[in-house]
């Protein structure tokens, strides 16, 4: 499904670049930009929300939602979003399909390119842009991305109870997955291209230590296994060139993030990994832009701390608009 199919299932208005300058814009359609759009919208700002490079973020990739409140019995990550988008509609919130190329923030307004549909002008911004999770690079994580094949202990790690995993990794965030995962599955491997970990020694030491996890070592993935659903996966060792498969229920990959901030380097303040700097709720470095979401929070990474930023970044653009005498 193309975002423009996305924008009509929503029932929102398209929105269209121009000369009009908008109050608020909000770049990225997961949990964060949307929950922005619907308070935005409600205080009658009539937001303009730019789609992004992934329509719907991380949950427009993920099956089944069981930790977000409301939905006791669960909810796909796509219907979520369509929900979502529906009611940010409601109170008119207007929709552009594309990603942002270019931005322009060294004057209010700011000026936005987004692809395909020209510049967009606004006297605030909030970024929810997200962060992309790195994969492997092979085709066959498209195919088992949320059959098996994960990037979120937290949110996918229940659905391995009893079962036989692997972790692909060796920082911190491989190390902290394979721990976590140890209280559903009955077995976690964690699979490293080299000899040493890159963790922490207090994280490398708590994985160690682990009686349910077992390493693999200077090995690398060639394929996951399976046409529906992960059954395993077929490693080369990097020594010794042997290729081996090993049977397997799910995987999980840990080799990190990638905030999608490139268009604002240089114009307003990151960190060395690219997420943005945000004081005082969700300020950055420019007035009147805002961040919410997975963009500039690194640690937590959840659909609620999402949305919840996102309500944040909202009420700040709100009040810096009247303190504007807008």
């Known amino acids: ?24 814009v909000i770049l990225g359609s997961g949990c964060a930009g949307l929950t922005a759009a619907i308070y935005a919208a409600r205080a009658s700002l009539k937001p303009l929300l730019v789609d992004g490079h992934e329509a719907g973020g991380q949950l427009g990739l993920t099956t089944d939602v069981e930790n977000y409140p409301g939905f006791p019995e669960g909810i796909l990550g796509p219907q979520l979003i369509d929900r979502m988008r529906q009611q940010a509609a409601r109170f008119g919130t207007d ?5 942002a190329t270019a931005a322009d923030l060294s004057r209010r307004p700011f000026r936005l390119t987004v692809g395909g549909h020209g510049d967009v002008l606004t006297r605030t911004l909030i970024i929810a842009s997200g962060a992309s999770a790195r994969l492997l690079g092979l085709e066959s994580e498209k195919r088992l991305l949320g059959h098996g094949l994960s990037t979120c202990a937290t949110c996918d790690g229940f659905f391995f109870r009893g079962k ?24 976690v491997t964690i699979v490293h291209r080299r000899d040493t970990l890159r963790a922490s020694k207090i994280m490398q030491e708590r994985a160690r230590q682990n009686p349910y996890i077992a390493f693999v070592w200077d090995s690398v993935v060639e394929e996951i296994l399976g046409k ?34 490139r268009i604002f380097e240089g114009q307003i303040d ?14 950055t470095s420019v007035p009147g832009v805002f961040a919410a979401g997975d963009c500039q929070d690194h640690v937590y990474r959840q659909a ?5 930023s996102g309500c944040m970044a909202a009420m700040d653009a709100e009040r810096f608009l009247e303190a504007q005498g807008h």
């Open 1 to 24: 499904m193309t975002a423009a199919e996305a924008t009509g299932r929503g029932g929102a208005r398209s929105g269209a670049a121009g000369d009009t300058t908008r109050d608020v």
């Open 164 to 187: 036989e995993i692997a972790v692909i990794g060796g920082g911190d965030s491989a190390m902290e997955e394979g721990t976590f995962l140890t209280k559903f599955a009955a077995r």
């Open 95 to 99: 929709y552009l399909g594309g990603a």
């Open 228 to 261: 529906e659903r992960v059954e395993g996966i077929r490693l080369r060792n990097l020594r010794t060139g042997r290729v081996s498969e090993t049977r397997l229920d799910g995987v999980f990959v840990a080799i990190g993030h990638i905030p999608n901030t």
């Open 304 to 308: 609620v701390t999402a949305a919840g």
């Open 270 to 283: 990151l960190d060395k990994a690219g997420y943005i700097i945000t004081r005082d709720g969700t300020r």
